[in-house]
């Protein structure tokens, strides 16, 4: 893998998939010194719903050194459409071979995601993602997925609500997460 953290064009051959009804958007800031730079590999699919409103599912692994609200690494989730709101997760990272093994988890995740999206012709797949390089980080989502569940276990996984209020993710919270085929996936032990 890479020497910095810069992943992008080593897992798909292009930024933005559009298909039929379905937009993919991949935005990465890469990394070369973690300590001093910040990190963000962001996800975006835009899909068209009952041929009238479109759902933006947002989901990104990120650090930001100069933000004064998350100044550690974190999954995020912004599922608005689905009236969801806002989810953070925070991951135990101490060095940039920890942030590297949570982004190739994330990665792994996504592909995992997106393959299930796939239509019968694997267009995706073959147009779009490098298999290879997916292949090789098979089954490294479960470094996430632990995370997520200890989160869930403290009683530490929450979500900021549209109305901007903090609430721990259980219950109708929870059901809405799962029944969310794009983040699903992460949520998959809870």
């Known amino acids: 893998m890479t020497g910095g953290l810069k992943f992008l064009h080593e897992f798909f051959t292009k930024k933005k998939y559009d298909a039929g009804g379905m937009t993919i958007t991949l935005d990465e800031r890469p990394a070369f010194d973690i300590s001093s730079e910040d990190y963000r590999f962001r996800v975006v699919i835009a899909e068209v719903v009952d041929e009238v409103d479109i759902y933006y599912r947002d989901m990104a692994i990120e650090d930001h050194h100069q933000q004064a609200k998350h ?6 989730f912004k599922l608005h459409a689905d009236g969801v709101g ?19 988890s994330f990665l792994d995740i996504i ?22 390089s997916f292949d090789k980080i098979k ?13 869930y276990k403290k009683g530490e996984l929450t979500l900021v609500t549209l109305d901007k209020e903090i609430k721990v993710i259980e219950g109708d919270y929870l059901k809405k997460i799962k029944d969310i085929p794009q983040i699903a996936p992460f949520f998959e032990r809870v």
């Open 86 to 104: 806002h989810i953070h997760i925070f991951l135990p990272i101490s060095d940039a071979k920890d942030y590297r093994k949570y982004i190739l």
């Open 111 to 132: 592909g995992s995601v997106l393959v299930a999206m796939d239509n019968e012709k694997k267009e995706l797949q073959h147009k779009f993602m490098i298999s290879g």
């Open 139 to 151: 089954g490294m989502g479960d470094n996430i997925k632990r995370v997520v569940y200890d989160s």
């Open 71 to 76: 100044q550690r690494p974190h999954l995020q």
